[in-house]
């Protein structure tokens, strides 16, 4: 009898994307090797931009201002540090934000990332960074 193929996981995430000066915020969660995004998955009944916002909070210590969230692309990518397979599913948005950047809660390290430094970060943030190059946000 054929096996029939299975769909491999895929995580829904989000992200928030913020560039100064041609390079990406990246964040580094403890007990991981490589830069993500500040981000994260929804909680139930959150929209996209609640998620993103409460993730911000969570993780950056700033607070996004509504009516400013532009979708700059979705990211489908291997995801890191998971079962062989998953994949990753990263809506990445854009947002003004009040406050001032700092790490908090399980972030251990914060990285402005350029084009040349993408190695250092998961596949799907240097997929997202491809795409930022290409436009000529991320140098």
């Known amino acids: 009898m054929p096996?029939?193929?299975?769909?491999?996981?895929?995580?829904?995430?989000?992200?928030?994307v913020h560039v100064r000066e041609g390079r990406l915020l990246c964040v580094r969660p403890q007990g991981r090797d490589l830069l993500y995004v500040p981000g994260g998955k929804r909680e139930p009944g959150e929209s996209d931009e609640q998620a993103v916002t409460?993730?911000?909070?969570?993780?950056?210590?700033?607070?996004?201002?509504?009516?400013?969230?532009?979708?700059?692309?979705?990211?489908?990518?291997?995801?890191?540090?998971?079962?062989?397979?998953?994949?990753?599913?990263?809506?990445c948005y854009t947002a003004e934000h009040e406050g001032t950047i700092a790490a908090d809660h399980e972030i251990t390290e914060?990285?402005?990332?350029?084009?040349?430094?993408?190695?250092?970060?998961?596949?799907?943030?240097?997929?997202?960074?491809?795409?930022?190059?290409?436009?000529?946000?991320?140098?």
């Not at 096996?3 to 928030?16: H, Q």
């Open 54 to 91: 409460r993730e911000a909070r969570e993780e950056v210590s700033v607070l996004l201002l509504p009516d400013t969230f532009r979708l700059v692309t979705v990211v489908d990518e291997v995801a890191h540090a998971q079962a062989p397979g998953t994949r990753v599913r990263m809506s």
């Open 110 to 139: 914060l990285a402005w990332i350029g084009h040349a430094d993408r190695a250092r970060c998961a596949p799907a943030v240097r997929r997202l960074i491809e795409v930022l190059h290409a436009e000529g946000t991320v140098r």
């Open 3 to 16: 096996r029939t193929p299975t769909t491999p996981p895929v995580i829904d995430a989000l992200a928030w």
